[in-house]
């Protein structure tokens, strides 16, 4: 299986740190100008052509990708002490990744993005990914093709992600539930955002574009005619029951973070940064092994 993750940015692929200094080299110019959105070359460009946008991009601005999503002009621009928490945890990961899982609306992408700006790190979004390979929206893919069809192209995109090291990964709410999928969660560092089924419903509001969470009450009014007290209701109840499902799967990660009302982003973002430095200076990773820790052993 190739080319999933590739044809997007054609980024070559790699391994952890058995590449060779020619393909680093390459890799690092051209994920160096890897967009993840708003940027993506289109799909029906040539891989070489869109490797030249890519590059073009890229010389034009002449920032890095995380600059081109959050116009920022530097990295790391947190107080001192901020900035060696984040310092100590890339230290430690020593190339390797770190994987968001959690439930929708927990904050993988926005604290994702966060995260890897403060460390320096790329960020992919494996909803992103799928949704430009599919050229169509996450609610499209499922109501066309059917749950079973999304669930593939996540198990591909994680599978084609493993190649790629120092990126912060967003990834689907559900891609817990494969066990195939811990095998590609499990080459890098994987952190679980809990947070209750209250929050969650705040942050999802609507549920738009989520289509587990869209209210299908055959026998009552269409969802936007429901009140919305009684719509969030619902969404509070429908995200418990998922989240019942979900939860052992999503306490195999290699470090919890509690995400509680009213911790800001930087505060997630930090607090990911301190317990995950603080997991791997306990349990170091051997080179032979890249998983951090045997499945199912958390603090
Ligand atoms: N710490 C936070 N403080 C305030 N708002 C937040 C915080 N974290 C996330 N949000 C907001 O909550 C919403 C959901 O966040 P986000 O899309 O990052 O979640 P997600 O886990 O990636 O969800 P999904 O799996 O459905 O894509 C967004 O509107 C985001 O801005
Ligand atoms: O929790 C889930 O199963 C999902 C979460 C979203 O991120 C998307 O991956 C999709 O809507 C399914």
Known sequence: MTGFVTPLWHVPQHGHYGSSRSERSQWQSVIGGACTPPFRPPLSASPGARFRALCARRRASARSPLQCLQGSEGASNGKPD?????????DRLQGLSVYLVGMM?????????HLAQQMR???????????GAAGKSIPRIFSEDGEQAFRD???????????????????????????????????????????SPRLLAERV??????????????????????????????????LQELLE?????????DVIVDVEPGMSMGVVALTVAR????????????????????SGENP
């Open 82 to 90: 901020e900035q060696q928490v984040y310092r100590e945890f890339r």
């Open 105 to 113: 609306g927990a904050g993988k992408t926005s604290i994702g993005w």
């Open 121 to 131: 790190y790329a960020f992919y979004d494996t909803d992103t990914i799928i949704e």
């Open 153 to 195: 192209l996540e198990t591909r995109t994680l599978n084609e992600l493993q190649a790629y090291v120092r990126a912060v990964i967003a990834t689907g709410g559900g891609c817990v539930l494969r066990p195939q999928n811990w095998g590609s969660l499990h080459t890098g560092l994987v952190v679980y955002l809990r947070a």
């Open 205 to 238: 509001g609507s549920g738009h574009g989520r289509p587990l969470l869209m209210h299908r009450d055959d026998a009552g009014p269409p969802a936007e005619d429901i009140d919305a007290d009684v719509r969030h209701k619902r969404t509070v109840l429908r």
């Open 245 to 253: 499902q979900r939860e052992k799967f999503y306490e195999q990660a």
């Open 275 to 294: 317990q995950s430095a603080q997991r791997i200076r306990d349990n170091p990773p051997t080179p032979a092994r890249r998983k951090f820790f045997p």
